[in-house]
């Protein structure tokens, strides 16, 4: 996955010349300026994808995260890693019914009834 600046790079871009998606992607592909003004000086370096470019979620700085949690509900089986500033039970709820798969730091103060606990295995994945 690219660096999040080569993405917000491509959203000044696209903006600044007036692209279309279309045309932005054909520049990133082979235009070796809009290449290097990206940082992509190597010739493995990765060419960012629609895929990657559309998942991305940025926000004004002045917007407090839990403003944009409505916009974090993904497609099924998305695996999300996160810290515990995302622990909200709503969202939690939410990504439950969208099959989500998610993992956070649970916050020091939540109340809590423990119902198993999975020991981890050597190797492999979990039966349970």
Same mark, same amino acid.
């Given at each position: 996955? =690219? =660096?999040?600046?080569?993405?917000?790079?491509?959203?000044?871009?696209?903006?600044?010349?007036?692209?279309?998606?279309?045309?932005?992607?054909?520049?990133?592909?082979?235009?070796?300026?809009?290449?290097?003004?990206?940082?992509?000086?190597?010739? /493995?370096?990765?060419?960012?994808?629609?895929?990657?470019?559309?998942?991305?979620?940025?926000?004004?700085?002045?917007?407090? /995260?839990?403003?944009?949690?409505?916009?974090?509900?993904?497609?099924?089986?998305t695996i999300i890693?996160? /810290?515990?500033?995302?622990?909200?039970?709503?969202?939690?709820?939410?990504?439950?019914?969208?099959?989500n798969v998610f993992?956070?730091?649970?916050?020091?103060?939540?109340?809590?009834?423990?119902?198993?606990?999975?020991?981890?295995?050597?190797?492999g994945h979990f039966?349970?």
């Amino acid at each position: 996955m =690219p =660096p999040i600046k080569v993405l917000f790079g491509m959203m000044v871009l696209k903006e600044g010349q007036g692209w279309s998606d279309a045309q932005l992607f054909d520049q990133c592909r082979f235009n070796l300026q809009v290449m290097r003004s990206l940082g992509m000086f190597n010739s /493995d370096d990765d060419v960012p994808v629609e895929s990657t470019y559309y998942d991305i979620n940025i926000t004004e700085a002045k917007l407090h /995260d839990s403003k944009g949690l409505s916009k974090m509900i993904f497609p099924k089986d998305t695996i999300i890693v996160e /810290d515990r500033a995302y622990f909200d039970f709503q969202l939690m709820l939410q990504r439950f019914q969208a099959e989500n798969v998610f993992v956070t730091r649970i916050k020091a103060n939540t109340v809590f009834e423990q119902i198993r606990e999975l020991e981890l295995p050597e190797r492999g994945h979990f039966k349970g």
